[in-house]
């Protein structure tokens, strides 16, 4: 946007030029392309706001996070109030989002550029484990992007090293943010006995199927910065069952067996590990010997 009563273009093809209606914005100079389903022809366009010519016409309002202006939208001639949020400061360590566009059925979100992720960080600074000096700024953008992300009530459900991106590797401290959402859920919204995360990283609750909360991701931001630190996974395994094993022996705790369990009545798995469906996780049955 170039505010007041200049147009808002928008960034839609790969080189703007007067060529496709292209020029300069007089805030910050950058190129802009006029936006157009003429203008950048066999390219996606945009569906958001800003995919015509909007002219401001007056402002309708202002308060702590943006104004709101009347714009006539030349495409459609019809008047809109666009909403415009003030720029904040970067400071929730989670990847921003640019905008999105649709290419026939899909739908594609822009997100801004980072380096690599933090599992491709480890293997070239040092597979065995990253400094204190490394590990401290680590953790406290991730417990800051958690916090953001918690006090709005929702779970991420998959964090690991490969779902954090370093900014700049040639940064120090480095600075790092949170990624794919793919399995991210509304605390209201987590149906008991969902499969979500990855192995490694899971809670005990996700992998016996019981009613979970936010505190998953912690459990998960407390294996991931042993794994930054010395290179390993605090509990490894092939299967649920495996790690399962792993977290009972470190916390000094019997495991079940699951063969003899499922020997006994209902109310007696019930009772000790809820109503799931963990016999994925119960180890190979022993043949017996004839």
């Given at each position: 946007?170039?505010?007041?009563?200049?147009r808002?273009?928008?960034?839609?093809?790969?080189?703007?030029?007067?060529?496709?209606?292209?020029?300069?914005?007089?805030?910050?100079?950058?190129q802009?392309?006029?936006?157009?389903?003429?203008?950048?022809?066999?390219?996606a366009?945009?569906?958001?706001?800003?995919?015509?010519?909007?002219?401001v016409?007056?402002?309708?309002?202002?308060?702590?996070?943006?104004?709101?202006?009347?714009?006539?939208?030349?495409?459609?001639?019809?008047?809109?109030?666009?909403?415009?949020?003030?720029?904040?400061?970067?400071t929730?360590?989670?990847?921003?989002?640019?905008?999105?566009?649709y290419d026939?059925?899909?739908i594609?979100?822009?997100?801004?550029?980072?380096?690599?992720?933090?599992?491709?960080?480890?293997?070239?600074?040092?597979?065995?484990?990253?400094?204190?000096r490394e590990?401290?700024?680590?953790?406290?953008?991730?417990?800051?992007?958690?916090?953001?992300?918690?006090?709005?009530?929702?779970?991420?459900?998959?964090?690991?090293?490969?779902?954090?991106?370093?900014v700049?590797?040639?940064?120090?401290?480095?600075?790092?943010?949170?990624?794919?959402?793919?399995?991210?859920?509304?605390?209201?919204?987590?149906?008991?006995?969902?499969w979500?995360?990855?192995?490694?990283?899971?809670?005990?609750?996700?992998?016996?199927?019981v009613?979970?909360?936010?505190?998953?991701?912690?459990?998960?931001?407390?294996?991931?910065?042993v794994?930054?630190?010395?290179?390993c996974?605090?509990?490894?395994?092939?299967?649920?069952?495996?790690?399962?094993?792993?977290?009972?022996?470190?916390?000094?705790?019997?495991l079940?067996?699951?063969?003899?369990?499922?020997?006994?009545k209902?109310?007696t798995?019930?009772?000790t590990?809820g109503?799931?469906?963990?016999?994925?996780?119960?180890?190979?049955?022993?043949?017996?010997?004839?």
């Open positions: 946007s170039c505010g007041g009563g200049e808002t273009h928008v960034r839609l093809c790969n080189s703007p030029s007067p060529s496709n209606g292209g020029r300069p914005c007089p805030g910050d100079s950058s802009l392309s006029r936006c157009n389903t003429q203008a950048c022809p066999g390219k366009c945009h569906k958001s706001a800003v995919s015509v010519y909007h002219v016409e007056d402002i309708l309002g202002e308060g702590g996070y943006g104004i709101v202006a009347k714009c006539r939208n030349t495409g459609t001639t019809k008047i809109e109030a666009v909403k415009v949020n003030k720029s904040e400061k970067d929730c360590n989670i990847v921003q989002c640019n905008g999105f566009f026939k059925e899909n594609c979100i822009s997100f801004e550029l980072l380096d690599l992720s933090l599992q491709d960080y480890l293997q070239e600074k040092n597979p065995r484990g990253l400094t204190t590990l401290r700024p680590i953790l406290h953008q991730l417990a800051t992007a958690l916090s953001h992300l918690h006090s709005s009530g929702i779970i991420h459900a998959d964090l690991k090293p490969a779902n954090v991106m370093v700049n590797r040639h940064e120090q401290p480095p600075k790092v943010k949170l990624i794919d959402f793919g399995l991210a859920r509304l605390v209201s919204a987590v149906i008991q006995g969902e979500m995360g990855t192995l490694h990283y899971s809670a005990p609750e996700l992998l016996l199927g009613p979970f909360n936010e505190s998953v991701d912690m459990w998960a931001l407390g294996l991931l910065m794994k930054l630190a010395t290179g996974q605090l509990y490894p395994g092939k299967t649920g069952y495996d790690v399962l094993r792993f977290i009972f022996e470190m916390q000094d705790k019997e079940v067996d699951f063969n003899e369990l499922n020997k006994k209902e109310s798995k019930t009772q590990f109503l799931i469906g963990y016999s994925k996780f119960a180890p190979p049955s022993k043949k017996k010997k004839k």
